[in-house]
């Protein structure tokens, strides 16, 4: 069947320092690749996304790029900052209307000052 | 503003009590979706519907009901209430299921 893996929190950070949040995945077919961000008290906001390998989805500063080889889609960011605190979903879809949306468990992340 | 809006944000019941959990889209999107958060386990998905009259089950169906007459709206029932359905609701739909999902604030729902 088609899962998510994702890499377990909490991850504590310096703000300023590199992050990488690892997500794998298993799918029969073609999936698109998310990546959804939840701030405390909110509900699920989409970061960024992928509809085919190789594609690289980027915004606010964070980047994933879709490996068919490895079956990744890697969250990373060059420099957090405090702001960035909140959990980071890996998500998979197909593009079918009988379809479901496989999510991953969840990875916190703290960002000190 | 447009998005999807569900009510209410909180809510305590007492168990074996009736509720019905509400969520409304005003973007005309076919596919929505609920699912339950709790601590630990991320998100579940209750059920979901691919359009008006079509309903499906999810991972954790078990004593939750929905029904979709409008494509605007997805209300959750939930039965006889019990306190293992403590949780965080969230709504959620888009175009299709491959699509990005645009999600609700939630339902923070206690059973005593």
């Known amino acids: 069947g088609n899962s998510v893996t994702q890499m377990e929190g909490p991850v504590t950070l310096s703000e300023e320092a590199f992050l990488t949040i690892n997500c794998t995945y298993t799918a029969t077919g073609y999936p698109s690749l998310f990546w959804y961000v939840q701030y405390p008290g909110e509900g699920l906001q989409l970061l960024l996304k992928a509809t085919k390998a190789d594609d690289k989805g980027s915004n606010k500063g964070f980047e994933a790029t879709y490996r068919k080889e490895t079956t990744s889609f890697h969250l990373e960011k060059g420099s957090v900052q405090v702001s960035d605190s909140a959990v980071y979903f890996c998500?998979?879809?197909?593009?079918?209307?009988?379809?479901?949306?496989?999510f991953g468990s969840g990875t916190r992340l703290s960002i000190r000052p | 503003n447009a998005g999807v809006t569900q009510t209410p944000k909180f809510q305590v019941l007492k168990t074996g009590q009736s509720m019905t959990l509400q969520c409304a889209q005003d973007m005309n999107h076919e596919y929505m979706s609920w699912y339950r958060q709790d601590p630990g386990m991320g998100l579940r998905l209750i059920h979901y519907?691919?359009?008006?009259?079509?309903?499906d089950q999810g991972e954790v169906p078990n004593g939750y009901n929905v029904s979709r007459s409008t494509t605007e709206d997805f209300p959750l029932r939930l039965l006889s209430a019990a306190p293992s359905q403590t949780s965080v609701y969230f709504c959620?739909?888009?175009?299709?299921?491959?699509?990005?999902?645009?999600f609700g604030d939630g339902t923070r729902l206690s059973i005593l």
């Open positions: 998500a998979l879809s197909f593009y079918s209307s009988a379809s479901k949306i496989i």
């Open positions: 519907s691919v359009g008006a009259g079509i309903t």
């Open positions: 959620a739909s888009s175009y299709s299921a491959g699509e990005s999902q645009h």
